[in-house]
């Protein structure tokens, strides 16, 4: 089956330690993306990449870091330096580029707790 | 950055009901789309609309990119309780950076 694997579902950190969220994709698409969601809010976008090897900052990048070494992974690192780190994070991926074709299609999320 | 104004922000209906949302904005989109979330869960796509004043049907679900291309709405006949959650609108914008933007979602509950 064709789709986005997000791990782990759950995680839990304690203050100042870093932590990397596992996003996989199996539907050839060269886009992807990581958003954040808090409670009663819509989707803000933090990284997003459009090729391997290569990404952009979204709206609130700060705080987090990202790779894209292959065009099926594209983890997300929420580092120390992320202030208010708890929060449900979704990953998406997508066809690249040409405007029009840009239906995003989301995985599971991953809930992060900071202890 | 720019904004995406989605209404209502909740709904109590009863089973059967039909419901109409809408999501407007002062920029102008070339993509809209419209998802459903369920709770702890990523959102799904439901419609994907393209052109102005394109009306898009995915069963008992029926969406309108708006003539301006600064509005779409979403409604759904005859509610049945599967279609709790919360609804989302996302617009591609145009002008700037080339991202999808959300509307802070719709809340659908459903009284049986």
């Known amino acids: 089956d064709g789709g986005i694997t997000q791990s782990p579902k759950y995680l839990f950190r304690k203050e100042g330690q870093n932590v990397t969220l596992s996003c996989e994709q199996n539907l050839n698409h060269d886009a992807m993306y990581w958003y954040r969601q808090d409670p009663g809010q819509g989707l803000r976008l933090i990284y997003y990449?459009?090729?391997?090897?290569?990404?952009q900052k979204g709206d609130i990048a700060e705080g987090y870091s990202v790779s894209r070494e292959k065009k099926e992974s594209f983890p997300l690192t929420v580092t120390s330096a992320q202030k208010n780190p708890t929060a449900f994070y979704l990953c998406?991926?997508?066809?690249?580029?040409?405007?029009?074709?840009?239906?995003?299609?989301f995985g599971p999320g991953t809930r992060l707790t900071v202890l | 950055g720019q904004q995406l104004n989605q209404s209502p922000q909740s709904m109590f209906i009863q089973e059967g009901e039909d419901v109409s949302m809408n999501c407007t904005s002062s920029s102008i989109f070339n993509t809209w789309l419209w998802y459903k979330q369920d709770p702890g869960e990523g959102p799904v796509l439901l419609i994907a609309l393209y052109k102005a004043g394109e009306l898009t049907s995915n069963g008992r679900l029926t969406a309108q990119f708006g003539i301006t291309r600064k509005d779409s709405f979403l409604n759904i006949s005859a509610s049945i309780p599967s279609d709790v959650g919360i609804y989302f609108c996302a617009g591609w914008i145009i002008q700037g950076a080339q991202k999808l933007v959300f509307g802070q979602g719709t809340r659908l509950t459903i009284n049986p």
């Open positions: 990449s459009q090729i391997v090897n290569d990404f």
């Open positions: 998406a991926s997508s066809y690249a580029g040409t405007v029009g074709a840009n239906e995003q299609f």
